[in-house]
């Protein structure tokens, strides 16, 4: 029994000790409400997101991206028209006689590589009748084992 009393009172200077108010009681006080601070931020940005991200940067690049992307869009749907206006352009001036004259083998050249630009304006694919990037990359495996074999 003896023995048993001086580690009673070991274990009970111990426990008190474990249980009694320190400074570090504060420190998960303090991590509690940073966590909390975080949460909010974390939600807000989500909110953000769900709302179309628009406010965000990534939102703001991608804004920038489509309208860079609508621009090159219409660019390109005029040259297509200018093609046209061109080729019309180049069968009047044979029509009314261009070709005829001095050195007509020299016009004919001009007026036939005009021609072939304006044909190949016309053939650059159109946003409407571009393949989409995802049936191309559903197609790259076929393609690869196409290639292999």
Do not use: C, H, Y
């Not at 007509?104 to 650059?124: I, N, Q, V, Y």
């Amino acid at each position: 029994m003896k023995s048993i009393l001086p580690l009673a009172l070991v274990a009970s200077a111990v426990a008190s000790l474990a249980f009694a108010a320190s400074p570090g009681q504060e420190a998960p006080l303090e991590r509690l409400a940073a966590l909390e601070k975080e949460l909010a931020e974390l939600k807000t940005k989500v909110a953000g997101l769900e709302q179309g991200g628009a406010n965000t940067e990534l939102g703001r690049a991608l804004a920038e991206e489509r309208a860079r992307s609508e621009a090159l869009v219409a660019w390109a749907r005029a040259q297509g028209a200018a093609a046209v206006s061109l080729q019309a352009t180049l069968k009047d001036a044979r029509e009314k006689g261009f070709t005829a004259g001095i050195n007509p083998a020299s016009r004919e050249a001009l007026l036939s590589g005009f021609e072939s630009l304006a044909t190949s304006l016309r053939k650059l694919p159109s946003p409407e009748t571009a393949e989409p990037a995802d049936a191309r990359e559903k197609r790259a495996p076929e393609r690869r084992g196409a290639a292999a074999k």
